[in-house]
């Protein structure tokens, strides 16, 4: 089992930075993990995702070029940076991971889910 633990969520003006970091506890060797988030009334959906073992990052269009996933091997842990933060980004972000390669960004393919960090962006 795995288990997963967000922190480095808060509020920023747009414009502003925030890193966030998940630190898994288990085995996370040959997983995927990934970076979702949910605002109110609307879907999960992934934002970026990277091969703890291999280090191949994905992300989603909306992100590209302002997010930047990363992992500590030896600290079991991943990272979020997010620049350039837009109101749009305001979303409960959760870590998630799931034994795959590649590493989708699709939630209902990932098994394993932290409690989630809140991220607020004002204008």
């Known amino acids: 089992q795995v288990q997963l633990v967000e922190s480095g969520g808060g509020s920023v003006q747009a414009g502003g930075s925030l890193r966030l970091s998940c630190a898994a506890f288990?085995?996370?060797?040959?997983?995927?993990m990934g970076w979702f988030r949910q605002a109110p009334g609307k879907e999960r959906e992934g934002v970026a995702s990277?091969?703890?073992?291999?280090?191949?990052?994905y992300y989603a269009d909306s992100v590209k070029g302002r997010f930047t996933i990363s992992q500590d091997n030896a600290k079991n842990t991943v990272y979020l940076q997010m620049n350039s933060l837009k109101p749009g980004d305001t979303a409960m972000y959760y870590c998630?991971?799931?034994?795959?390669?590649?590493?989708?960004?699709?939630?209902?393919?990932?098994?394993?889910w932290g409690q989630g960090t809140q991220v607020t962006v004002s204008s």
């Open positions: 990277i091969y703890f073992g291999g280090g191949d990052t």
């Open positions: 288990g085995y996370t060797y040959s997983s995927c």
């Open positions: 998630a991971a799931v034994y795959r390669f590649p590493c989708p960004l699709t939630a209902d393919l990932y098994s394993h």
